[in-house]
């Protein structure tokens, strides 16, 4: 509730949450214990994944997927793989919480050994996603730290290289994303670390990742639908989401001749811990996603075969692509 980037309208509205509406959130946590076993038999046809309305709720940035109500599904308890990844070895920005960590369970399920970063706060976050990644079998990494900093990205790359023997699965996923509903209220200070976080790091990890890829490794960005379709409350987020699905084109192209693959990915509304800390103002959160076609937001668990998908020599064709996942609504 401290958080300075906070607008003051927000700020105000979510004070008034805090003795009132927000005390008397008493959701149960719920029942998601981050080593379920994955069930047997056939997956159900049509999950029945939450619909608007959600509890109002407001954590400090970065915040915790684990404190979220509903808590999002990752596919803890549903993904199962069929060794499309096997022996790869992926490095996954922001693979402690949402889009992220749903990526990282389902790689590790399907073979893959994986090394994720996050910030230092979200580390209860990134020790269940670890875990889930060792019960799957397969080797898990933490390399925490800010990829704000191209020193830092440089170690991180080098880092996962080494501790995972190799590297062929490159996913730029962290991102930051503040609300703010004019940009009269965008300070200097938020453009620059929205930009640094989304896309001079992007370029920085890609970058010292590239020459230690091997001929069918994959790099997934992850853009937005505000590629395409920009929100006019997050105009400097949705403009590195632009930057993104521009650089991804063009550097496919580049790296085809060494057939390395890069590709994107552009979710519309996602339920995740990016959007309860400032990506949305609160006041939308209860009613997040209604406004799809599909009138819910999306699990992150419903992009993990997306993922997979671009990371797998199955698409080996695929490269300079846009591949959205948006319930109806201003995809690429
Ligand atoms: P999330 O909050 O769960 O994940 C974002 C992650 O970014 C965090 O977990 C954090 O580890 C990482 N991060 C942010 N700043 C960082 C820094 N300076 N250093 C290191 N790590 C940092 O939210 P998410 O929605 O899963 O976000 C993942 C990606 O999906 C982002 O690129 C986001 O822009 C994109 N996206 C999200 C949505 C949505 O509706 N949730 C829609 C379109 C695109
Ligand atoms: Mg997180």
Same mark, same amino acid.
């Not at 590195?240 to 991804?248: D, Y």
């Given at each position: 509730?401290?958080?300075?980037?906070?607008?003051?309208?927000?700020?105000?509205?979510?004070?008034?949450?805090?003795?009132?509406?927000?005390?008397?959130?008493?959701?149960?946590?719920?029942?998601?214990?981050?080593?379920?076993?994955?069930?047997?038999?056939?997956?159900?046809?049509?999950?029945?994944?939450?619909?608007?309305?959600?509890?109002?709720?407001?954590?400090?940035?970065?915040?915790?997927?684990?404190?979220?109500?509903?808590?999002?599904?990752?596919?803890?308890?549903?993904?199962?793989?069929?060794?499309?990844?096997?022996?790869?070895?992926?490095?996954?920005?922001?693979?402690?919480?949402?889009?992220?960590?749903?990526?990282?369970?389902?790689?590790?399920?399907?073979?893959?050994?994986?090394?994720?970063?996050?910030?230092?706060?979200?580390?209860?976050?990134?020790?269940?996603?670890?875990?889930?990644?060792?019960?799957?079998?397969?080797?898990?990494?933490?390399?925490?730290?800010?990829?704000?900093?191209?020193?830092?990205?440089?170690?991180?790359?080098?880092?996962?290289?080494?501790?995972?023997?190799?590297?062929?699965?490159?996913?730029?996923?962290?991102?930051?994303?503040?609300?703010?509903?004019?940009?009269?209220?965008?300070?200097?200070?938020?453009?620059?670390?929205?930009?640094?976080?989304?896309?001079?790091?992007?370029?920085?990890?890609?970058? %010292?990742?590239?020459? =230690? @890829?091997?001929?069918?490794? $994959?790099?997934?960005? #992850?853009?937005? &639908?505000?590629?395409?379709?920009? !929100?006019?409350?997050?105009?400097?987020?949705?403009?590195?989401?632009?930057?993104?699905?521009?650089?991804?084109?063009?550097?496919?192209?580049?790296?085809?001749?060494?057939?390395?693959?890069?590709?994107?990915?552009?979710?519309?509304?996602?339920?995740?811990?990016?959007?309860?800390?400032?990506?949305?103002?609160?006041?939308?959160?209860?009613?997040?996603?209604?406004?799809?076609?599909?009138?819910?937001?999306?699990?992150?668990?419903?992009?993990? %075969?997306?993922?997979? =998908? @671009?990371?797998?020599?199955? $698409?080996?064709?695929? #490269?300079?692509? &846009?591949?959205?996942?948006?319930? !109806?609504?201003?995809?690429?």
């Amino acid at each position: 509730m401290d958080d300075p980037k906070l607008s003051k309208s927000r700020r105000s509205f979510v004070e008034g949450m805090a003795g009132g509406a927000l005390a008397a959130l008493a959701v149960p946590a719920a029942a998601q214990p981050a080593e379920a076993p994955v069930p047997a038999g056939p997956r159900p046809l049509a999950p029945g994944y939450p619909r608007p309305p959600f509890p109002v709720q407001q954590q400090t940035w970065p915040g915790l997927a684990s404190r979220m109500q509903p808590r999002p599904d990752h596919g803890e308890t549903s993904y199962k793989g069929s060794g499309r990844l096997m022996g790869r070895k992926a490095l996954i920005t922001g693979g402690d919480s949402g889009i992220g960590r749903a990526a990282a369970i389902a790689f590790a399920r399907e073979g893959a050994d994986v090394a994720i970063n996050y910030l230092p706060a979200e580390e209860p976050d990134a020790q269940e996603v670890l875990q889930l990644i060792r019960a799957a079998g397969r080797k898990a990494v933490a390399i925490p730290g800010d990829i704000k900093s191209e020193a830092f990205c440089q170690r991180l790359v080098s880092e996962a290289a080494r501790q995972l023997g190799g590297l062929d699965i490159l996913v730029n996923n962290a991102g930051r994303q503040f609300s703010c509903d004019s940009i009269l209220d965008i300070s200097t200070a938020q453009f620059d670390e929205t930009f640094k976080t989304n896309v001079y790091a992007m370029f920085w990890i890609t970058k %010292a990742a590239v020459p =230690l @890829l091997p001929a069918g490794a $994959s790099i997934i960005n #992850t853009a937005s &639908v505000n590629a395409y379709d920009p !929100g006019e409350n997050i105009i400097d987020y949705a403009a590195t989401k632009g930057a993104i699905m521009i650089f991804t084109k063009g550097l496919a192209k580049q790296l085809a001749k060494q057939n390395i693959r890069v590709n994107a990915v552009a979710p519309g509304p996602f339920w995740t811990a990016l959007q309860v800390t400032g990506g949305q103002s609160p006041d939308k959160i209860p009613t997040f996603g209604q406004d799809t076609p599909m009138g819910r937001p999306g699990q992150p668990a419903e992009l993990a %075969a997306v993922y997979v =998908l @671009l990371a797998s020599p199955e $698409s080996s064709y695929a #490269t300079g692509q &846009v591949y959205g996942a948006v319930g !109806g609504r201003g995809g690429p």
